[in-house]
């Protein structure tokens, strides 16, 4: 399965996991706090900065990711025109661009390996209350292994629907799909079991 | 053990493959998909503790970078955006979802309608509209009585409203057709689950 993580190396892939997951919080904290609109230009801007050096492709693959952002970007702008307040709506939206798109930029430089283990590293207290990390790590990997196999298994459902019907498949058809996804993870289970177990 | 286990990753899996399926447009021009059914699904089908973390696996994966968020959205950003009280919501909308249906000792299908109204909608509109509030207005304009800034993330909630009806029914329906096929899977009603 495809990740967000860009295939593109730069300079912010080397760098620790946690660092930037740290700089992250301090910055998206930050950019809360302030006020003004040329300090939000100032800090929208110095995201912009940090990817720059990462070449055309990378700035592409970035914008496409706060695509999904535009329309509340729309609806921030014309609501604050239309209550006559354009100075709060430009500070919505540059925070809230500034904000995504930094958050986007740490995810597009980090391997999905390497957040994993980060989330395994602040998972370690719940050890105590029974929940070892190897568990969450097998959890992950089966959520990983089983998004294609229940794909594939919905998609079967919906062709063996449409071979007896000339309309298109509804919602009955997420009974079967939902029926799949236990009676896997009873065969998985029983698959678990006799290798031993999970803990 | 593996049984819950298993359980709490596929169903992690299915609203994640929910999320794939293409959304359809209300006549209002919102469109709907079938990923906040998933969560209702977790919650009806699982039960509280089981369907609440199943969410919490999955939004752990889209943390991570997995784009598993309908429309094929994810990573850290989706949580600095606007949704993210939505997504926050998750969890605890899934865990009343199931408490409702694993407590209430009425016919199934009314019991997790009920769950997928009150944890689905109720309490995850709860947690979503204050953030959306606070991400898409400003806490003070000068001016302005605060109740005014409410009004547009209330409109865009009650957009999402009709949506979030037929999902619950969906739910209902589908938890129904699942006790029907397999009642000793649906581990928000058994006992030994």
Redesign the interface.
Known sequence: ?????SPVETWLHPVRAGWKLFA?CVF?FALFSMEGIQALVLALAFVVVLQLPCGALFLRTAAR??W??WP?VG??LV??LW?A?PA?GA??VLR?VA??????L???T?R?TD??AV?EWLARPLGRAGLSPR?IA???A???R??P???VR?LQLSEAWRARSPRRSR??L??P???A??????H???A??ARG??? | MERSLTHIALFAALIAVLGLIPQITLAVGVPITAQSLGIMLCGTVLGARRGALAVVLFLVLVAAGLPLLSGGRGGLGVFAGPSAGFLVGFPVAAFVCGLIVERWRMAIGPAAFVGAVTGGIAVLYAFGIPVLAARLTEAQIAGMPLNRNMSLPLALAALYLPGDLIKAVLAALITRGVARARPGSLLSRSAAG
């Open positions: 399965m495809l990740t967000l993580t992250l998206t990711l706060l999904p952002l509340f609806i921030v609501w604050h209550i307040a709060a500070t919505v809230l904000a995504v798109g930094a958050a986007n740490v995810t597009m980090t999905l957040m994993i989330i568990l097998l959890a992950i089966l959520v990983i089983f998004i196999v229940l794909s919905a919602w009955p997420l009974v799909v939902t029926l996804a236990l009676d896997d993870a009873d998985v289970a029983e678990l079991r177990g999970a803990g």
